[in-house]
Nanobody
């Protein structure tokens, strides 16, 4: 059974950092495309960052380029999202996702985590 369990969300001041973690089970994160999406209240879910299988290239939303980084910890079968220089507009629930290949749009996601809330105060 495939499971994705996110952790690491919380309240942080603008300019601060957080690292989100997504512990995967039922598959190897190295063998699939993995990514992070976010959804703010009243807005659609949007892609934040994704990475292809076998430590493939990463892509980022324009709004987070240079501030966020996605990487996998293969021994721990975990997908991480390092978030630096956080802004109030980064406030959202963040969801881990896995799919067969890039591009990892919402319609191509095979499995979703339940999300973790990130709140950035000004």
């Amino acid at each position: 059974e495939v499971q994705l369990v996110e952790s690491g969300g919380g309240l942080v001041q603008a300019g601060g950092s957080l690292t989100l973690s997504c512990e995967a089970s039922g598959f190897s994160v190295n063998d699939y495309a993995v990514g992070w999406f976010r959804q703010a209240p009243g807005k659609e879910r949007e892609g934040v960052a994704c990475r292809g299988s076998n430590n493939g290239p990463a892509t980022y939303a324009e709004s987070v380029k240079g501030r966020f980084a996605i990487f996998t910890d293969n021994p721990k079968n975990t997908v991480l999202l390092q978030m630096d220089t956080l802004k109030p507009e980064d406030t959202a629930s963040y969801y881990c996702a896995v799919g067969n290949s890039l591009p990892l749009s919402p319609s191509r996601v095979a499995y979703w985590g339940k999300g973790t809330l990130v709140t950035v105060s000004s």
